[in-house]
């Protein structure tokens, strides 16, 4: 047991059992007066016990039957909760075909075959214990029909005659309950759970009634898709019977369940405790009602009261005890025990006989507050034994109170029912018995009542009108009202428009909306009133119609309440024309300082018309008023007369109070001037105080009149000063300033920076180090440093030239920068100054350095000419920019068969010095891929491409013009590529080689964006086209390609179109003359080409001897060099159409004269690249190395046909 507690503790954490502590437990309270007790308390342990072992067979239904699945689960305490679940541990599904009962079974209407499964788990819950008890899977296989008769005809002869029926519809039947009627007795307060569940196809619906009366209102609830009906907090008029009825469109059945409601013990008149005084009579009474009616004993300190010790004063009549001439020794504790077959009731009372003199309970002056002709209730809580009298007294010699005018209530309580002022004062309370006499005073207060002395008016008002509801109220002097308003007994709208003033409501510009009835609150601690009217809003009158006009301006402006400081200004509005006045604006005029200069001074709402304004000292003020409503502002109206204030010290002094020198030995001292009403008095100056900081120095000051700058001379140079700017005028000083820290004049650095060091990075990069400069030679603030440095010539070439120096600046006070941009093999020259806000100190000594060498650029061109059977002319130009000594140039070439394969790559090393080469010993009629870089001992450079094709033999077809300088190419292209680019369109031409009559298209995008390319198609064979609806001042990329050929496309270009400007020119493509223009050049080209391909066909013909001499013996068929196979003639192969490269520009450049030959689009990968004539630069296999393949694959040579038709 707990000490100083009756609470008794069984723990059973540290060993026990609890079945050792089952029992009915009782408390009992005993001292000397007697002995109460406590309710039993049962104590019994929880069980989960496992569910019994037991075979389940299947159960095989057939598809329309019902079924039920028995969980019978285990007798636990307290009861488990059931709950069906399959093998994953999901909760089965329920219906109105489908449910469980309230016994834990699982009831199926009828059966479909989805219902077949083999895991129909039912768990149990025990919540006590925290565990879950599993049965053993139920396995249910429905029958369909259709299985049903296969299985019968498969075990049947042909001559027999079977077949199952068909699924037949049933009428209902109750599965649970059973019979016709049955019985169910509940107790009262309990819940009351009547279930029916039946079988039927298709599925009954369930319907409840209770026979000769209806279903309990608010307690009555159905669950379990009305299988379950449930009634709460049920009592003895829920007895009778109860029908459930099963339906479908069969018929139905149904079910009389006859309800008893029998009850506990409850009570009507539970005993009290009785104080009583020696020789007093007393009774005590313990009544209670149950069904059925419940059983009375009397027990006296915990014993029954038949063998309790006699008392002569008491005697038990049933449900009462009887006490007379009561004495001490009769105080008892008794028990009243009402007991039935269902509960008892337990109650104890003490009797307690007492001789006590009396005591109030009620505090000493007290006061209460009341409302004039309401009641007033004073208390006087008393204790005694014998009971005492109250007896009230007014004042301190009053008499006793009597009367109509006052009620005594028995609790002692004076109640004055119409409390008038003069009721007002100190009311004296008296309790007596015969063993002593006591007297309390309490203090009433009557207060005069709240009152609404001009309540709110019904209103008509026209929409977007303006109106005011007052409310003016009288209350008592002590206490503090609050005012609400309210709009059809709910709070006002949150809308600007209504404003809420000391005794009025505005609403601003009336909607229809805005129609109710207003009301208009008044709350004080001690009462309550309120006052209500209505608003109503009609339309405007259709005539005349209303002219909206700004306000007329305001008039008779009035000051009055003229203080130091403030003074209070009053107006008149003007006509507000039909549209109400949202605010006022105040504007002053200070006819001391700047005369005929009115400045904003505040504004104001437009229910407001005075103003209680702020000033300043010596201003003499005039005011202003304008009304603003939406349509706009008044006219100012008429100034005021004019105040003019008293003089003042100054508030405030000088801002922004600076102090930097100009020159090396001075000190400027600046500020903002006070505006002229901020000098609160005539005769405003400033005293200029300074110091120089960190040294014990008094301070110097200066008083100069209306200026905003005081230079001091003689200063040190760059030393740092404390000052101050304090603001006086004739009648005293501003409040003491703060103070600022200035420098005098800075001077040009005198030392410069020293040990400079640099640090070669690589051949473009280097660092520099120096040591930093004395803050003391600095002489100003250090902003940094800078580094001159300049290229003194390149060691390549030994030639100098115009000397340009670079100057990079780095910022505080660092010590090391690096010099990007450095140009390979070169001498450079550098020195470092220090710089502050004076400008650049001296510089350090020019330190010398090199850059080692580099890579080289590519070569400056590539040519290739004098093409032959064999052979072809290199001829090159040495890189821009050598970077280094050249070692030699490195020559890769590999042919380019049919099917744009490469063939073996060829290596040849070049000296330095030379600048051509002839190749010869090559294949003919075979297209060749060259790779040409230079070499430092660094290492290669960025190498230049370009193709070519040997010419064919003499019997071929197709030979070099006369005098050609240049080879020919092998495959159609697109070249040149140029743009003229205007405002919103650009003219876009290009040059074309390859067979007439192609479709060409351009294809525009705006550049760096990610976005799809948009096409144009060109009309006709056209070499231009013109873009228009283009953005001003957009860049642009844009190339060209031709459909139907091999899908090749130019190189990008990338146009600027040209800013928007005011006025557009007019676009010339346009124009109806240059139309005309180009349609005749079109049908002029388009003639020329007609007679060009009629000639063509002409000269293609030759005789029927030299054909059949080349095609007649496939065995004098050219062979190929590589594998000895024929050539054969494909006009598959020949046209295939070539596959497209990456557009990506190439880091390695060519010269665009000099790369017009290269074949577009030949390489299959995504890493093919062109430079910005359209050379094709990347790969031709496709893989992601930068270097050409080493390739293995084949280097077969066309044959003579083949080329042929390569070329048409």
């Known amino acids: 047991m707990k000490p100083n507690s009756g609470t008794l503790v069984i723990n059973i954490m540290n060993g026990g059992k609890a079945e050792a502590y089952e029992g009915v437990y009782q408390c009992t309270a005993r001292n000397e007066r007697g002995a109460a007790i406590s309710n039993n308390i049962v104590i019994r342990p929880s069980r989960s016990p496992l569910w019994t072992k037991e075979k389940l067979e299947p159960n095989q239904v057939r598809e329309g039957d019902s079924l039920v699945l028995h969980c019978r689960p285990p007798v636990g305490l307290p009861p488990p909760i059931i709950f069906w679940m399959d093998n994953a541990f999901q909760r089965l599904p329920q219906s109105e075909r489908v449910s469980q009962g309230l016994n834990g079974d699982l009831y199926f209407s009828n059966v479909q075959p989805e219902d077949t499964r083999e895991d129909y788990i039912c768990y149990a819950r025990f919540n006590h214990t925290q565990t879950i008890q599993q049965k053993q899977p139920i396995s249910v296989k429905v029958f369909s029909m259709d299985s049903l008769n296969d299985t019968i005809a498969a075990n049947l002869s042909d001559t027999d005659i079977y077949g199952a029926k068909p699924v037949t519809e049933r009428q209902p039947i109750l599965l649970t309950p059973t019979g016709s009627t049955s019985t169910k007795v509940e107790l009262r307060g309990n819940v009351l759970l009547l279930e029916c569940i039946a079988a039927g196809l298709p599925t009954p619906v369930i319907r409840w009634i209770k026979e000769g009366g209806e279903l309990p209102a608010n307690r009555t609830f159905f669950e379990n898709f009305k299988k379950t009906l449930k009634i709460v907090d049920v009592s003895e008029a829920d007895s009778g019977n109860y029908k459930c009825i099963a339906r479908n469109i069969l018929g139905s059945a149904h079910h009389v369940i006859s309800v008893t409601v029998k009850a506990a013990p409850y009570w009507i008149t539970a005993p009290r405790n009785l104080v009583l005084s020696p020789g007093e009579d007393g009774t005590l009474i313990c009544r209670a009602n149950g069904n059925p009616k419940p059983n009375i004993s009397w027990l006296a300190n915990g014993v029954p009261i038949a063998i309790a010790p006699e008392d002569p004063s008491r005697k038990v009549d049933g449900d009462t005890i009887i006490f007379s001439h009561v004495q001490e020794r009769s105080s008892a504790v008794y028990q009243c025990n009402a007991s039935n077959e269902y509960g008892y009731l337990l109650a104890n009372a003490f009797v307690n006989v007492l001789a006590e003199p009396p005591r109030i309970l009620t505090p000493a002056n007290k006061l209460y507050q009341v409302i004039a002709d309401s009641p007033a209730l004073l208390d006087c ?232 304004l702020k000033l300043s000292p010596y201003v003499n003020y005039s005011f202003r008023v304008i009304a603003v409503n939406e349509i706009g502002r008044s006219q100012p109206s008429e100034p005021s007369e004019q105040y003019l204030t008293k003089s003042a010290n100054p508030d405030e002094n000088p801002s922004n109070v600076q102090g930097i020198g100009s020159e090396p030995d001075n000190l400027v001292i600046t500020w903002e001037s006070l505006k002229g009403f901020q000098s609160n008095g005539p005769g405003l100056q400033y005293k200029v105080s300074w110091r120089q900081k960190d040294v014990d120095d008094e301070w110097t000051s200066v008083i100069v009149a209306n200026v905003s700058k005081y230079i001091v001379s003689g200063t040190p140079t760059f030393v740092p000063y404390e000052i101050k700017v304090q603001a006086l005028n004739d009648l005293g000083y501003a409040p003491e300033p703060s103070e600022v820290i200035g420098h005098s004049g800075e001077d040009l650095p005198m030392v410069a920076p020293g040990n400079v060091q640099v640090h070669v990075i690589n051949s473009t990069l280097a660092k520099v180090h120096w040591d930093p400069v004395p803050l003391k030679t600095v002489r100003g603030h250090l902003q940094g440093y800078k580094v001159y440095y300049w290229k003194v010539q390149s060691l390549s070439r030994r030639s100098r030239r115009h000397v340009e120096k670079k100057i990079l600046t780095f910022r505080g006070n660092k010590t090391f920068g690096m010099l990007p941009g450095l140009e390979p093999y070169s001498s450079y020259k550098l020195n470092v100054r220090v710089v502050n806000g004076k400008g650049e100190g001296p510089a350090s000594p020019d330190k010398v350095f090199k850059t080692p060498e ?355």
């Open 854 to 1208: 580099g890579v080289p650029s590519s070569p400056s061109f590539l040519k290739i000419t004098n093409p032959t059977l064999d052979s072809l002319t290199l001829e090159w130009g040495s890189p821009t920019h050598p970077n280094g000594v050249l070692t030699s140039y490195i020559l890769k070439f590999q042919p380019i068969n049919n099917t744009h394969e490469l063939g073996p790559l060829v290596e040849i090393r070049i000296p330095a010095n030379e600048s051509s080469l002839i190749l010869k010993n090559l294949n003919y009629s075979t297209r060749y891929k060259f790779y040409f870089n230079a070499q430092t001992s660094v290492g290669s450079g960025s190498q230049i491409t370009e193709e070519a094709v040997t010419i064919m033999d003499e019997a071929g077809i197709l030979r070099p013009a006369v005098g050609a300088g240049k080879v020919q190419p092998l495959y159609p292209r697109i070249r040149n590529v140029t743009t003229a680019a205007a405002e919103t369109y650009a003219n876009i031409s290009w040059e074309y080689e390859g067979p007439d009559h192609a479709n060409f298209y351009v294809e525009y995008g705006v550049a760096g964006s990610k976005e799809d390319w948009k096409k144009e198609i060109v009309n006709g064979s056209r070499s231009f086209f013109v873009l228009k609806g283009l953005t001003p001042g957009t860049a642009y990329k844009v190339r060209v390609g031709a459909e139907g050929l091999s899908g090749f496309r130019s190189s990008e270009d990338v146009f600027e179109t040209g800013p928007a400007m005011a006025s557009r020119q007019v676009d010339i493509a346009t124009q109806g003359w240059f139309i005309g223009l180009m349609c005749a050049v079109a049908l002029l080209i388009l003639i020329l080409l007609i007679v060009c391909f009629i000639r063509r066909n002409k000269g293609g013909k030759y005789p029927v001897k030299e054909k059949e001499d080349a095609h007649a013996d496939p065995e004098i068929q050219p062979m190929k060099e590589d594998d000895g196979t024929f050539g054969e003639y494909s006009d598959a192969e020949d046209h295939k159409p070539l596959k497209k490269g990456s557009r990506t520009p190439s880091d390695r450049t060519v010269k665009k004269e000099d790369s017009d030959d290269s074949l577009v689009d030949y390489g299959e990968g995504v890493n093919g690249q062109f430079n910005e004539d359209g050379s094709f630069i990347g790969q031709y296999s496709g893989k992601k190395e930068k270097e050409p393949a080493e390739g293995n694959e084949s280097s077969e040579a066309p044959s003579p046909v083949n080329a042929m038709n390569s070329f048409v």
């Open 381 to 612: 809580a008393y204790f005694g034994s014998p009971k005492p009298e109250i007896e009230w007294f007014k004042g301190v010699k009053g008499s006793i109170l009597s009367g109509s005018e006052y009620v005594f209530h028995d609790n002692g309580t004076l109640e004055i029912p119409v409390a008038q002022k003069d009721s007002t004062g100190t009311y004296t309370c008296v309790a007596r018995n015969e063993l002593g006499k006591i007297q309390n005073e309490v203090q009433l207060e009557v207060k005069d009542p709240t009152m609404i002395i001009k309540q709110p008016e019904y209103k008509v008002i026209q929409r977007y009108g303006q109106v005011s509801f007052e409310c003016i109220i009288k209350h008592d002097s002590t206490l503090l009202p609050t005012v609400i308003w309210l709009k059809d007994n709910d709070e006002l709208p949150d809308d600007e428009r209504f404003l809420v003033g000391k005794d009025n409501l505005t609403i601003m510009n009336v909607t229809d909306k805005d129609d109710g009835t207003y009301t208009c609150i008044v709350n004080t601690t001690l009462d309550s009133v309120s006052a209500s009217a209505v608003l109503t809003v009609v339309a405007a009158p259709p005539t005349p119609a209303i002219i909206y006009a700004r306000p007329n301006p305001p008039f008779d402006l009035e000051l009055t309440g003229q203080l130091e400081r403030s003074v209070e200004l009053s107006w008149i509005p003007g006509d507000e024309n039909n549209s109400p006045i949202t605010n006022f604006v105040i504007e002053y005029e200070d006819g001391l300082h700047e005369p005929g200069v009115w400045h904003y001074q505040t504004e104001v709402p437009g229910t407001q018309t005075t103003v209680q």
